[in-house]
């Protein structure tokens, strides 16, 4: 039987509070479109310029990528998201085609930084892969016209074989691409250096783990064999296999590639990694010829530290390190210990810092939300002398900071409009004035004061070329200096001397110039340096140095090398030679956005499995859709129970047209009492509204609203009535942990029932608690603490409260589950029922073992001390009923990645209940989550 009641009407309720989240901008945002020959290009009313721009910048990359796909959409949806600062983009078929392009320009630590145009490289690898979606072949031709967009078998394909097939794409079809990235050239050699490269297996390659590169595995080493397979095969393979794995069952990956001529994927990669570790050799052999500078990294705590600064008059430095996945800035002596008793410490996305020159203060930017629907980058300061933090600008958009000497003006990097533009802020004046603004195929980078009236900057052109540029701030005039040093980059000023990084002999050195014409090394490094801070007077850097563990803070003595330093070059850079064969295609004016022809219903997932009864068979039917804006969004499910001759249904519609969203659903479903025959037929709807709670908490969501209730069972009631239901989430879990450690969550919702018929009035409260902690405790260990609530505050039959399970369906989630471990499901049923649920958390070993087919990747496995109790409160059962009862036991769960993309826990547990009348001895079981939190 399945108890889909409560649950699942929880679960809808707090996803209707989700949806309203996902709109994109504010209700009374106006949006345009625009209808290329092959794209919808969806955009903000105030920038059409902008939308224009990427309905270009879409065509051509159609253009570009259309010879290498036989299979094609009809159209695709293109958003141009300006409403946050954190580069990136995504694209997906459901329900329809669509790339999510965040326009904002890329910034200069990401793998990314060395793309050239970037909209021309995020649209590329984004239709890349809507391309890869596409094929619906052999017997897939047949389900797709019944069952829409979402056959698509090759979205069940591994991600190093998707996302490394976007990068070779993005790669060939523009000048830069990562598979010519300096980062990712030194990302390898520095493994390989360390004797590492060899651990990183094709199946590890497509997982997101606590080692470096992270969540860039699929893109590094899957390119890498795309690379591989299209310098070894023609660039027909791409197309070919796309098609192939198009008409094949999933998983079943090996025969495409065997028609190549291959063993399997696994057979290419290795020879892959053993042409990419030969080629790091071979340079690091080369740059060995000259003697490499000497570095030594600083001491920390966490994984990984970058973007260094130094303050000359306090003498210390400061950068940004991750420790399991939260970034803080540190602050050291020049003894290498922490400065003290700094417990308010900067944390979160900081992308960029520097002291000021004269006072004990850090000014430093974040990304962070504005609201519930912009997250903008902005100047903060940090002062270090009262342990405190200060907001200077909102709504500015800002990276990448640089003084003046006197410390009375601030430059700075502004992202809006798909643009980076260099601004200045006057102290006195506290005016933001705007000095450069390029095109958006452009981009600029490092400005600083030169002197009061000059401002020296990088600026890069759409071809990924950098160029040294002098703008005079009273004449307001620009110059390209002469300076052709390769690769440009971070620009620091000591005394009458400029210190860059170049990458002029195919690794980031630190280089000075006096004259703007000629310049030498002072630093000779095997891998690279990125952002760096100078002690010049005593003739020391600290700078971001890349290592097989990713970046690392390191100190050196800066040396200079009259002579050229070793040139090394990469293997994969000759399989590239960029011609764009597009032309410039006709783009029609803009009209006006309309939601009308996305809404209609483009797939259905069909669902079957056996009751949990085991006497019959659960069939359920589902889909969902939404305007690209997500203005209007609707999920609707169907389902039906052959063991008890029932159906179910499940419908939802959430309107953010006003300043309020509003909400409208409905569901029937069925739920388990004591034993299978006892089923309480319920059927719901609701009218409910949701209020932007973000000036009183970004962690708060609210909804209220009214509700029709009825229930059959043995005689049929109605009731109508208000509700409120509040939801507050501030813990989350990193890739580096078992289990969220610290933080709070609530869920709660409270019902007024007013009797319509066949009943009398009542009110109910359902809440649930979550509290983590692991202060004091071993690393990664954690205690959680968990309270779910049904209370109905008068006396009325057991079929308005719910009944218990006896295990989590998903971990960690704020949807009430009334969980009893050691217990049969559905024993305890009443009006109303309480639990608690405690574990102790720890991890046992780390595995990351699998394999590629089958498709099985095992991550982790870690342990839980668990206790359970549970009250209930019954007026038609024994007294006993209305006690509590308690169990406890042990768990050991695997994580694992099952068919490349689902993430799934298997839990074994040993349970003892502590009520043997009701449960016979120690119970075993071996269960099943959803993992992925």
């Known amino acids: 039987m399945k108890k889909i009641s409560l649950f699942l009407f929880l679960s809808i309720c707090i996803s209707g509070l989700t949806l309203r989240a996902q709109r994109i901008g504010f209700s009374d945002q106006l949006w345009r479109s625009i209808k290329t020959e092959h794209f919808d290009i969806i955009f903000t009313a105030e920038q059409q310029d902008l939308g224009l721009y990427y309905a270009r910048v879409s065509e051509k990359a159609y253009q570009n990528l259309e010879p290498f796909f036989t299979e094609k959409p009809e159209r695709v949806v293109v958003i141009v998201n300006d409403m946050t600062d954190a580069s990136n983009g995504y694209a997906t078929r459901i329900p329809y085609p669509t790339i999510m392009a965040f326009s904002v320009q890329i910034n200069d630590h990401d793998s990314l930084s060395e793309s050239a145009e970037w909209a021309r490289e995020l649209i590329t690898h984004e239709m890349t892969h809507i391309l890869q979606f596409e094929p619906a072949l052999g017997f897939y031709k047949f389900l797709r016209p019944l069952f829409g967009t979402i056959v698509a078998p090759n979205l069940l394909l591994p991600s190093w074989w998707k996302e490394g097939m976007a990068v070779e794409l993005e790669t060939q079809l523009s000048p830069r691409g990562r598979l010519r990235s300096l980062h990712q050239d030194a990302t390898l050699r520095a493994i390989s250096a360390d004797k590492k490269l060899f651990d990183y297996t094709l199946a590890s390659a497509n997982e997101v783990l606590p080692t470096w590169p992270y969540g860039n595995r699929p893109y590094i080493f899957g390119s890498l064999l795309w690379s591989q397979l299209v310098k070894n095969k023609n660039t027909s393979s791409i197309n070919h296999l796309t098609s192939r794995h198009g008409m094949r069952l999933p998983y079943m990956i090996t025969t495409p590639i065997e028609e190549l001529g291959e063993v399997s994927y696994d057979t290419v990669y290795e020879k892959t990694l053993q042409e990419i570790n030969s080629n790091a050799e071979t340079q690091i052999k080369t740059l060995e010829k000259l003697t490499l500078s000497p570095s030594e990294p600083l001491p920390i705590s966490g994984q990984s530290s970058l973007q260094p600064v130094f303050s000359k008059p306090h003498q210390l430095i400061a950068f940004v390190e991750s420790l399991d996945g939260d970034p803080a800035i540190t602050i050291r002596r020049m003894d290498d210990t922490p400065y003290p008793g700094l417990k308010n410490r900067p944390t979160g996305q900081i992308n960029s810092l520097v002291f000021h020159p004269t006072l004990p203060q850090i000014f430093f930017t974040k990304i962070d939300s504005l609201n519930s629907k912009e997250i903008f980058s902005d100047i903060y300061i940090y002062d270090i002398s009262t342990d405190s933090i200060t907001r200077l600008t909102t ?486 009923m209305n006690e509590s009862h308690w169990s406890a036991g042990i768990e050991a769960k695997l994580e694992t990645t099952v068919g490349y993309i689902l993430p799934m826990n298997f839990v074994l547990g040993a349970y003892y209940p502590f009520s043997p009348a009701l449960a016979e001895g120690p119970q075993i079981t071996i269960g099943v989550q959803l993992g992925g939190f």
Not at 564 to 572: H, K
Not at 616 to 635: E, F, K, M, N, W
Not at 863 to 870: E, H, N, Q, R
């Open 395 to 880: 709504k500015e958009r800002a990276r990448d900071l640089r003084f003046s000497d006197d410390g009375k003006k601030i430059l700075y990097i502004a992202t809006i409009n798909g643009r980076t533009q260099i601004k200045v802020r006057d102290f006195l004046s506290a005016e933001n004035k705007l000095l450069v603004d390029p095109a958006p195929t452009d981009r600029l980078y490092s400005p600083i004061f030169w002197d009061q009236n000059t401002v020296l900057y990088i600026h890069k052109n759409s071809r990924g070329d950098h160029f040294l540029n002098k703008y005079s701030i009273p004449n307001q005039t620009n110059i390209t200096l002469p300076l052709s040093h390769k690769g440009i980059s971070f620009l620091r000023k000591s005394a009458n001397t400029l210190y860059f990084t170049s990458s002029q002999n195919g690794v980031y050195n630190i280089y000075k110039t006096t004259n703007f014409k000629n310049a030498e090394p002072v630093t000779h490094l095997k891998t690279g340096v990125w952002s760096f801070a100078l002690d010049s007077e005593n003739n020391r850097y600290w700078g971001t140095i890349m290592t097989s563990d990713g970046f690392r803070v390191s100190k050196g003595a800066l040396t200079s090398f009259k002579e050229p330093l070793p040139v090394i070059s990469s293997t994969l850079n000759a399989h590239y030679k960029f011609q764009d064969r597009s032309v410039e295609p006709q783009i029609p004016e803009p009209e006006p956005y309309s939601s009308t022809g996305y809404l209609w219903p483009r797939y259905w997932i069909p669902y079957i499995a056996a009751t949990s009864s085991s006497n019959g068979v659960y069939l359920q039917a589902q889909t969902s859709g939404s305007d690209p804006v997500r203005i209007h969004q609707y999920s609707l499910l169907a389902n039906y129970q052959t063991d008890i001759n029932k159906g179910g249904f499940i419908g939802s519609y959430t309107n953010s047209s006003f300043a309020v969203p509003f909400q409208i659903g409905a569901l029937q479903s069925n739920q388990t009492f004591g034993s299978a025959s006892q089923v309480v037929e319920t059927k719901t709807g609701y009218f409910g509204v949701n209020p932007d709670m973000f000036k009183v908490s970004k962690h708060l969501a609210f909804q209220t609203g009214v509700m029709q209730q009825e229930t059959h069972f043995v005689a049929s009631t109605k009731h109508w009535g208000p509700y409120i239901q509040l939801t507050y989430i501030d813990y989350d879990q990193s890739i580096f942990q078992i289990s969220p450690e610290k933080g709070f969550g609530a869920f709660l919702r409270y019902e007024k029932h007013t009797n319509i018929s066949g009943s009398s009035d009542f009110n109910k409260a359902i809440a649930t608690i979550i509290k983590y902690h692991s202060s004091g405790l071993p690393k990664h260990h954690a205690l959680m603490l968990r309270l779910n609530a049904l209370a109905t505050f008068e006396t009325i039959s057991a079929r308005f409260g719910t009944s218990n399970s006896s295990a989590f369906t998903a971990e960690d989630t704020l949807i009430p589950q009334f969980v009893l471990r050691g217990y049969p499901p559905y024993q305890f049923f009443g009006r109303s029922l309480w639990t608690i649920n405690t574990e102790y958390r720890f991890p046992i070993r780390t595995i990351e073992r699998g394999s590629t087919t089958p498709a099985l990747f095992l991550k982790r496995l870690s342990g839980a001390i668990v206790s359970d109790g549970l009250g209930v409160h019954n007026d038609a059962l024994n007294s006993r």
